[in-house]
């Protein structure tokens, strides 16, 4: 099954192949486990009225290395698979410009898709954020998040390596082209040994 995992594997084999047959950008970063420092998370602007996944996200540091998401998430229809799940990645290049749609991925069934992804911390991220039905798909509601241990996401199904860099992620949730929901996610990808500063 077509997943992100197995795409983001894809894409770094490809960088690591030079495939050029996928419109990447390559960025010339080293490669290796890492651990993952959140910097930010940002609504972005969707088309208001077709705004059916309201996600108003903040990062709030609890502590000198501990981070949470908070805030809450409006579903006024159900959250299932008929939608897809994209994401639009953006890389912070030597200069400190942002490098935009250095990689763009989509995926259908974006409930399923997302739990997928999420792995092992789907269960807890769920709850965290306030949904304690964690089933697909998510009913309509309002949840409203007690905070999301961004920790929670070294136990998600991401590659066990990836390029050192920092990353803005654009996650959306999208059908036929239009944008449903979104938000933005800025991340910085660590060697485990580095300090957040
Ligand atoms: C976070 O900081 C605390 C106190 O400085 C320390 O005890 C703990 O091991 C640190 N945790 C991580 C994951 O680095
Ligand atoms: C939802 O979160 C936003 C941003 O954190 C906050 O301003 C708003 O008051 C919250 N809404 C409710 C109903 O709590
Ligand atoms: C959880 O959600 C599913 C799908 O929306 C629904 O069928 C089920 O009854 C719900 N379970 C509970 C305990 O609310």
Known sequence: M??????????VTAVNNSDTRKPLF??????????????GVTRCVSDQRNEKFKFQYY???????????K????????????FNLE??????????????????????????TLK??????WIPVMQSSGIQNVSCPVPVGFYE?????????????????????TYRFRFSISKKDEVYGCFILVLEIKRPWESNN
Request: hydrophobic fraction near 40%; charged fraction near 20%; proline fraction near 5%.
């Open 116 to 121: 997928m992804f999420l792995g092992d911390a």
């Open 2 to 11: 077509k997943c992100l995992l197995i795409n983001l594997i894809v894409f």
């Open 145 to 165: 998040a007690t905070g999301i241990d961004t920790d929670l996401f070294g136990t998600a199904n991401f590659p066990k390596t990836l390029f050192y860099g």
């Open 71 to 82: 805030g809450n998430i409006t579903n006024y229809i159900p959250f299932d698979d008929s």
């Open 26 to 39: 390559l960025p010339q970063l080293p490669v290796g486990i890492y651990r993952l420092n959140f910097l």
């Open 87 to 112: 994401f639009n990645m953006a890389i912070k290049d030597s200069i400190g410009g942002w490098k935009d749609n250095a990689y763009i991925h989509k995926s259908p069934k974006a409930c399923s």
């Open 59 to 69: 990062l709030s540091k609890k502590s000198a290395n501990k981070t949470e998401i």
